[in-house]
C-alpha cells in the first residue's frame, strides 16, 4: 500500500500528478482507475447520471484506500445512494451566466472562455490557485502589479498564472477592474498607484 497524501516534491495531487504516480506505483490500481473514468463518462453522455454517481461514491473509499486515507468528513455524501430528483443529461437545460440589466448583459465566465475576445470592461477577481509561491494572483505577483517586469526564470506556478492573469487582464477596450481581498490587497497591494 502507498502511504502518501502528497506527490514525490511534497505537493498536493495534481489529476495529472496523480495519474503518474499511480502509473508507477500502482499499475493495477491506474488501470482500474482509467477504465472507471472511461465507463463513468460514456454512462454520463447516456445519461444515466444516478447510477454513475453511486459507482463513483463506491469508488472513492477504494482510492483513498490506496493512500492509507478514508472518508471522514464528507461520508455522509458518500453514502447517499443518489441525488434526490437528479437530471438525466437529456433533460438538462443549459444555463448561461449572464446578467442583464436593462440593455446591457453582464457575462459571467472564465478566463479560458474569453481567449482571443474584446470587451468593453472586465472584472478580474483573483481565485485560489494551487499552493506554493502564494496561493492567489495578488499574492504571487505582487511585484508585477507593483510595476516590475516578470522575471523569465521564475518557476512554472508562476509562469502560468502571469499568462492567466494576461488573458484576463487584456480583454477589454475601455475598464478593467481587479478584484483582491481586502487582507490580501493590505499586505500585498497596498500603496500601488491606482489602486
Not at 1 to 19: A, P
Not at 114 to 119: A, D, M, P, S, Y
Amino acid at each position: 500500500m502507498t502511504q502518501c497524501s502528497n506527490d514525490s516534491n511534497g505537493l498536493h495531487f495534481s489529476k495529472r500528478r496523480l495519474i503518474n504516480f499511480l502509473s508507477l506505483t500502482n499499475p493495477e490500481a491506474y488501470e482500474k482507475m482509467k477504465l472507471s473514468l472511461f465507463q463513468w463518462s460514456f454512462a454520463i453522455v447516456k445519461g444515466d447520471m444516478n447510477d454513475t454517481l453511486v459507482s463513483m461514491r463506491d469508488y472513492i473509499p477504494e482510492l483513498l484506500t490506496l493512500f492509507d486515507k478514508r472518508v471522514t468528513n464528507s461520508s455522509v455524501f458518500i453514502s447517499t445512494p443518489h441525488i434526490p430528483g437528479a437530471t438525466t443529461a437529456s433533460s438538462v437545460v443549459e444555463k448561461p451566466n449572464i446578467y442583464s440589466l436593462e440593455e446591457t448583459d453582464v457575462h459571467i465566465t472564465t478566463i479560458h472562455s474569453v481567449k482571443g475576445q474584446t470587451h468593453t470592461g472586465t472584472l478580474y477577481l483573483e481565485s485560489f490557485y494551487r499552493k506554493g509561491n502564494g496561493n492567489y494572483e495578488s499574492e504571487r505577483l505582487a511585484t508585477q502589479l507593483k510595476g516590475a517586469p516578470f522575471n523569465p526564470s521564475s518557476g512554472e506556478i508562476l509562469k502560468q498564472t502571469t499568462k492567466m492573469m494576461y488573458v484576463g487582464l487584456s480583454r477589454p477596450t475601455h475598464l478593467l477592474c481587479i478584484g483582491v481581498h481586502r487582507t490580501r490587497f493590505t499586505s500585498h497591494l497596498s500603496g500601488v498607484e491606482g489602486m
